[in-house]
Nanobody, 126 residues
């Protein structure tokens, strides 16, 4: 059974940094596209960053240059380094595993993401 467990969320001031982690259990993690999504209160969940099985990354415009997605296939762990955080980055952050591995299916929409973690809260104060 595939299980994703996020950690690393918390409260920081504007301009601060956080590093989110997502441990993946019960899966051949390296084969698949992985992604980070977030959902703020009253808003739809949105894609933040994705990385395919070859390491190709895609970012939402709102986080480009500030966030970095990476994966450690040996440790079955996905990361999201978040720098220069803004209050509008406040949300519940979720990691997810895609049905496929290649970049053609590895986009910022929820389509093809079939396994989800429980989320970790990020709060950025001004």
């Amino acid at each position: 059974q595939v299980r994703l467990v996020e950690s690393g969320g918390g409260s920081v001031q504007s301009g601060g940094s956080l590093r989110l982690s997502c441990a993946v259990f019960g899966d051949t993690y390296s084969r698949y596209c992985m992604g980070w999504f977030r959902q703020a209160p009253g808003k739809e969940r949105e894609g933040v960053a994705v990385i395919d099985s070859f390491g190709t990354t895609t970012y939402a415009d709102s986080v480009k240059g500030r966030f970095t997605i990476s994966r450690d296939n040996a440790e079955n762990t996905l990361y999201l380094q978040m720098n220069s955080l803004k209050p509008e980055d406040s949300a519940m952050y979720y990691c997810a595993r895609n049905r496929y591995g290649g970049s053609g299916f590895c986009g910022l929409t929820e389509r093809n993401f079939v396994y989800w973690g429980q989320g970790t809260q990020v709060t950025v104060s001004s």
